[in-house]
Structures are given as C-alpha cells and as structure tokens.
DNA sequence: CAATTGGCATACAGTGCGTATGTGAGTAGG
DNA sequence: CCTACTCACATACGCACTGTATGCCAATTG
C-alpha cells in the first residue's frame, strides 16, 4: 500500500496552493513573502520550491485552479438559457460577475498576467475563453452571429471589455447603479455581432 | 539669473524618468533595478528618491509621460476624419495600434495595473479615455449612437477590448493577418453602438 | 562674502528570493 | 526483518534589492 504517501503530498500541494492563492488574491503577489504565506500553512519554502520551482511556478498553479473552478461555474450558469445566444450572453454577464470578486480580478487580471504575461499564452487557463469561443463558433454556422469574424479574437475582445467592466463596477462608489450601466452597455457592444436583418 | 539650477534639475527628472522607461519597458518594471537603471543615466538612487520618492512615483512620472504622449497621437491622427463617427473609430484603431508599442504595452497595460491599481483611478493619466469619452457623447447627442449607454463606461470597456487586441497582434506568429482579423473584430463590436435604422 | 538651502551621493539596515545541503520517514530488495 | 536507497521537506547561507539616514558640495540670497 503506498497511498498515504501520495495522499501526504497532494495534501502539501492543496496547502500550499491554498495558502498561496489566499495570500496573492489580499496582499498581491509582490508584497506576499513566501516565508509568511508558507509558514501559515504550517510547511517552509523548501516544500514550496520542490513542488513548483519557484514563486512564478506556484502562481501558475493557483492560476490553473481558478480557471478550472471559473470554467465550471460560467458553465453552471450559461446552460441554462433558452437559446444559444443567450447563452452566450450569460456566459458573458457570469464572466463579469466573477470578475467582480477580488481574488480573481487580483490574481487573474492584475498580476498574473504581469507576472506570467500574456494570458492568451498560459499553458493551462484557457478554459473561459474556450467555451466562449464554441459558442461563438456554433451561433457563427447558425448564421445568428455575423460570418466574417475570427471566433477567437472575438472571444478574446469580449473578454478584455469584460474585465474592464468588472473593475469599473468593483471600484464604484454605487456599484449597484454602475453595474446596470456596465452590463447595458457591455450588452450594447455585443450587438455588434449579431447579424443584422 | 536662477535658470541654470532650474535646468539642471528638469534635466536630471528628464533622465531619470528616460532611463526608467526604458528600463521598465524592456525588462519590466519588477525586475528594473533602480542602482541599474539609475546608474545607465549617469546618477544614483539618490536622486530618484528625492525627486519621485520611491519607485512606484517614478513609475507614476513615466506613465504621466507615456500618457500625454498618447494622447497627442490619438488626436493627430483621428482629427482628420470626415465625420465624427469615422473620427471616433480612427481615434480606437489608432489606440490599438500604440498598445502594440512593446514599451506602451508593458507599462501601460501590464505592470501599471499591477503596481499602482485600475488605470481609471490614476490621476494623471487618463487623457486618452478622456478623449474617447468626449467623442461618444457628442456622437450620442448627434443620434449616430444609441441613447440609451454611458459614455465614460463604454470608453474603458472598448479601452479594454483594444488592449487585448493590441497584446493578440503583439503576439502572433503572423502579425499582418492577426491584425486584420483583430481590427475586424474590433469594428464588429463598435457597430453595436450604432443607433439602428 | 557669509549663510543657507537643497540636489544628489554615500553608507547602512532590513527583507526576501533562490540554492546548496541536511535529515528523517517511507519504500524496495535480499 | 533488516539494510540501502529515495524523496519530501527543513535548515542554512549568500546575494540582490529597496528604503532611510546622513553627509557633502554647489548654487542662491542677502
């Protein structure tokens, strides 16, 4: 039986990560001393540098499990929509909301891609993107969405204006209000791609 | 006759702030040493900490520069459209194509969130958002755009939606034919402002 | 011409990252 | 069941970098 084993280092990774992803998404990357945010996972840097090599390693591990868990949620809440393009538009409008949380705008639009670079080049976050750009693809041979357009581009675009109107929203004094006018007008841009009659 | 002293401390701010961005645009703004970079200027620490002081200022003096810069630009070329529809459009592709600037790309989209926060929140530089919310506004009194959108919120988010366009040019294996597509894109999203017949 | 301001350099201390090395618990062969 | 090995993780060390406190010298002012 060799699991406990196992079990002891994927449990040290989960720790790790966990620990990590707390401290990069509060204080942010640069200001999250590796000796401070191990020691509160009770482990030192010596677990953390023979698990990721070093801090850049770590971020992308935390990066990767955003992604995969803000894949599963945008999912959740998009299949429900009666038509594809609604769909498409929740998935959208989730994609907002979650870029509305903290840690994720922190980690995933802020420092990440500063510290990573461009997050169209990560290696294992590109989940959210993805799935938006089957959607585009689908509602594109449906003739619902204008042919001459590159899916992926778009999806990309989509995404760019997105995280602006989370921030936008995030750091209002009224997000209420200003989380109407973000979405309206997201909503707005997005007509762009429907084809016209 | 005080001018000589004058000079010589704009020149040295001028060095400074010239060898920062350099600096900052080539290795970025985390692994920019200050001794490095102020050295390559002909000075010390020294200096930097008395005009900016600490590196954040200095990074907030570059952007300042960057930023006014920008805006020059964007005016130069959008000012000469036939109509102001075509205006504002010149003045989002003419933003795409700066944001492909490496040294405009790095600073002003990447390690400038992540250092000093949500670009809408800086004080000195936001000329060019400034510009394109001016332009929405008349547009919309004019009826071209739909009535029915905040100006400054559809601003960041087509500011968004450039940036990312700008970094998937920037990375492309065949800049010519992703910049087409991206452009393309870009326009598609814009008609969505337009008031429809 | 003396006094003072202030631009900038030098010296110092704290902190954090990365690496090299050590140790003890689990694992495999005889 | 005992020994040799592997490997997860800790400890110890060196280096680089930021920020501050202090010092010096030139320019300005009366």
Redesign the pocket.
């Known amino acids: 039986?060799?699991?406990?084993?196992?079990e002891?280092?994927a449990?040290?990774?989960g720790k790790l990560i966990a620990a990590a992803r707390h401290a990069f998404g509060t204080i942010g990357y640069a200001e999250?001393?590796?000796?401070?945010f191990?020691a509160s996972a009770?482990?030192?840097?010596?677990?953390?540098?023979?698990?990721f090599?070093?801090?850049?390693g770590l971020l992308q591990a935390v990066i990767a499990e955003i992604d995969g868990e803000m894949a599963v949620r945008v999912n959740e809440v998009a299949s429900k929509a009666p038509t594809r393009w609604q769909h498409f538009v929740d998935e959208c409008t989730t994609y907002i909301e979650m870029a509305l949380e903290p840690e994720i705008q922190r980690i995933m639009f802020r420092d990440g891609p500063a510290v990573l670079g461009d997050p169209a080049q990560w290696p294992n976050a590109n989940a959210c993107t993805a799935s938006m750009t089957d959607h585009l693809t689908a509602l594109q041979q449906e003739g619902v969405v204008v042919a001459d357009l590159d899916p992926e581009t778009a999806a990309r675009l989509i995404n760019g204006a997105s995280s602006q109107a989370a921030q936008r929203i995030a750091n209002s004094k009224d997000p209420e209000a200003t989380s109407k006018k973000a979405i309206a007008a997201f909503k707005q841009l997005l007509e762009g791609l429907h084809k016209r009659a």
């Open positions: 039986m060799h699991r406990p084993r196992k002891m280092i449990a040290t990774r999250a001393s590796m000796d401070d191990t009770g482990l030192t840097r010596g677990a953390l540098y023979h698990h090599g070093d801090k850049k």
